[in-house]
Protein backbone atom coordinates (compact mmCIF):
# COMPACT_ATOMS: atom_id res chain seq x y z
CA UNK A 1 0.00 0.00 0.00
CA UNK A 2 3.14 2.46 0.34
CA UNK A 3 4.25 2.03 -2.56
CA UNK A 4 0.96 3.14 -4.33
CA UNK A 5 0.44 5.63 -1.73
CA UNK A 6 4.08 7.18 -2.89
CA UNK A 7 2.80 7.06 -6.39
CA UNK A 8 -0.29 9.04 -5.94
CA UNK A 9 0.99 11.72 -3.73
CA UNK A 10 0.55 15.17 -4.63
CA UNK A 11 -1.75 14.14 -7.81
CA UNK A 12 -5.24 16.05 -8.06
CA UNK A 13 -8.22 13.79 -7.85
CA UNK A 14 -6.06 10.84 -6.98
CA UNK A 15 -4.51 11.57 -3.35
CA UNK A 16 -7.44 12.40 -2.26
CA UNK A 17 -9.12 8.89 -2.68
CA UNK A 18 -5.72 6.84 -1.05
CA UNK A 19 -5.71 8.82 1.92
CA UNK A 20 -9.29 8.09 2.75
CA UNK A 21 -8.47 4.47 1.94
CA UNK A 22 -5.43 4.96 4.65
CA UNK A 23 -7.97 6.35 6.84
CA UNK A 24 -10.44 3.65 6.76
CA UNK A 25 -7.31 0.65 7.21
CA UNK A 26 -6.10 2.99 9.86
CA UNK A 27 -9.76 2.14 11.47
CA UNK A 28 -10.14 -1.19 10.53
CA UNK A 29 -6.78 -1.48 13.09
CA UNK A 30 -8.30 0.87 15.58
CA UNK A 31 -5.88 3.45 14.85
CA UNK A 32 -8.43 6.39 15.39
CA UNK A 33 -6.26 9.42 16.11
CA UNK A 34 -4.00 8.13 12.21
CA UNK A 35 -7.58 7.67 11.09
CA UNK A 36 -8.50 11.20 12.06
CA UNK A 37 -5.20 12.43 10.86
CA UNK A 38 -5.67 10.92 6.91
CA UNK A 39 -9.29 11.86 6.92
CA UNK A 40 -8.39 15.21 7.42
CA UNK A 41 -5.52 15.31 5.01
CA UNK A 42 -8.48 13.40 1.91
CA UNK A 43 -10.71 16.35 2.88
CA UNK A 44 -7.54 19.26 2.55
CA UNK A 45 -6.19 17.45 -0.36
CA UNK A 46 -10.32 17.53 -2.06
CA UNK A 47 -10.88 21.37 -1.12
CA UNK A 48 -7.18 22.42 -2.69
CA UNK A 49 -8.34 20.32 -6.14
CA UNK A 50 -11.82 22.13 -5.82
CA UNK A 51 -13.85 18.96 -5.27
CA UNK A 52 -15.92 20.83 -2.40
CA UNK A 53 -18.48 17.47 -2.67
CA UNK A 54 -15.53 14.64 -2.47
CA UNK A 55 -14.25 16.94 0.37
CA UNK A 56 -17.76 16.63 2.17
CA UNK A 57 -18.00 13.06 1.48
CA UNK A 58 -14.58 12.29 2.80
CA UNK A 59 -15.59 14.19 5.99
CA UNK A 60 -18.33 12.36 6.03
CA UNK A 61 -16.50 8.97 5.79
CA UNK A 62 -14.52 9.90 9.16
CA UNK A 63 -17.77 11.20 10.67
CA UNK A 64 -18.56 7.29 10.49
CA UNK A 65 -15.58 6.28 11.54
CA UNK A 66 -16.42 7.93 14.22
CA UNK A 67 -19.81 6.97 14.93
CA UNK A 68 -18.18 3.30 14.55
CA UNK A 69 -15.93 3.74 17.52
CA UNK A 70 -18.58 5.49 19.69
CA UNK A 71 -17.98 8.92 19.76
CA UNK A 72 -21.85 10.23 18.70
CA UNK A 73 -21.17 13.54 19.38
CA UNK A 74 -18.40 14.21 16.92
CA UNK A 75 -20.13 12.07 14.66
CA UNK A 76 -22.81 13.91 14.40
CA UNK A 77 -21.36 16.93 14.13
CA UNK A 78 -19.48 15.89 11.13
CA UNK A 79 -21.83 14.64 9.35
CA UNK A 80 -23.92 17.99 9.66
CA UNK A 81 -20.76 20.19 8.67
CA UNK A 82 -20.44 17.66 5.31
CA UNK A 83 -24.17 18.44 4.50
CA UNK A 84 -23.36 21.97 5.28
CA UNK A 85 -20.43 22.54 2.79
CA UNK A 86 -22.03 20.10 0.10
CA UNK A 87 -25.76 18.76 0.66
CA UNK A 88 -25.48 15.96 -2.47
CA UNK A 89 -27.14 12.98 -2.83
CA UNK A 90 -23.90 10.77 -1.82
CA UNK A 91 -22.97 13.49 0.97
CA UNK A 92 -26.62 13.23 2.59
CA UNK A 93 -26.85 9.59 2.64
CA UNK A 94 -23.47 8.90 4.55
CA UNK A 95 -24.61 11.31 6.95
CA UNK A 96 -27.81 9.80 7.27
CA UNK A 97 -26.15 6.72 8.20
CA UNK A 98 -23.21 8.35 11.08
CA UNK A 99 -26.82 9.73 11.87
CA UNK A 100 -28.52 6.75 12.44
CA UNK A 101 -25.26 4.71 13.83
CA UNK A 102 -24.85 7.78 16.45
CA UNK A 103 -27.84 7.65 17.58
CA UNK A 104 -29.63 10.93 16.18
CA UNK A 105 -32.58 9.09 14.67
CA UNK A 106 -34.75 12.24 14.47
CA UNK A 107 -31.94 13.78 11.88
CA UNK A 108 -31.43 10.33 10.24
CA UNK A 109 -35.15 9.55 9.54
CA UNK A 110 -35.92 13.46 8.40
CA UNK A 111 -32.72 12.73 5.79
CA UNK A 112 -33.77 9.26 4.54
CA UNK A 113 -37.58 10.83 4.22
CA UNK A 114 -36.21 13.71 1.81
CA UNK A 115 -33.84 11.01 -0.01
CA UNK A 116 -36.95 9.02 -0.74
CA UNK A 117 -38.87 11.88 -2.01
CA UNK A 118 -36.24 13.63 -3.96
CA UNK A 119 -35.28 10.19 -5.77
CA UNK A 120 -38.19 8.21 -6.21
CA UNK A 121 -36.76 6.21 -9.54
CA UNK A 122 -33.25 5.75 -8.70
CA UNK A 123 -32.39 2.20 -7.69
CA UNK A 124 -29.17 2.58 -5.89
CA UNK A 125 -30.77 4.92 -3.49
CA UNK A 126 -34.53 2.78 -3.83
CA UNK A 127 -32.97 -1.14 -4.36
CA UNK A 128 -33.44 -3.24 -1.81
CA UNK A 129 -29.79 -4.12 -1.38
CA UNK A 130 -28.71 -0.61 -1.41
CA UNK A 131 -29.05 3.04 0.47
CA UNK A 132 -32.61 3.48 1.98
CA UNK A 133 -32.67 -0.24 3.17
CA UNK A 134 -28.98 0.48 5.17
CA UNK A 135 -30.14 3.58 6.47
CA UNK A 136 -33.45 2.05 7.66
CA UNK A 137 -31.35 -0.91 9.57
CA UNK A 138 -29.22 1.08 10.91
CA UNK A 139 -31.99 3.40 12.41
CA UNK A 140 -33.65 0.10 13.58
CA UNK A 141 -30.68 -1.19 15.52
CA UNK A 142 -30.36 2.41 16.98
CA UNK A 143 -33.53 2.20 18.57
CA UNK A 144 -32.49 -1.91 19.44
CA UNK A 145 -34.67 -3.13 17.07
CA UNK A 146 -32.28 -6.42 15.34
CA UNK A 147 -35.46 -8.42 13.94
CA UNK A 148 -36.84 -5.35 12.19
CA UNK A 149 -33.08 -4.38 10.91
CA UNK A 150 -33.11 -7.45 9.49
CA UNK A 151 -36.24 -7.47 7.89
CA UNK A 152 -35.33 -4.29 5.70
CA UNK A 153 -33.65 -6.10 3.01
CA UNK A 154 -36.66 -8.67 2.61
Given at each position: MQ?????????PGIEDIMLTIQSDTECYY????????FSQRAVESARKNNARETAALWRA????????FGNVHEASQQAEAAIS???????R????????????????TKLLESLNQEFPLDTVVQNQNNVLPTIRAMLALSRGRGEQALSCWQ
Open positions: HYFDAVTGKGRLRKAREYGALHEAESAPGRDVVLAAMVLARAGNTTEA
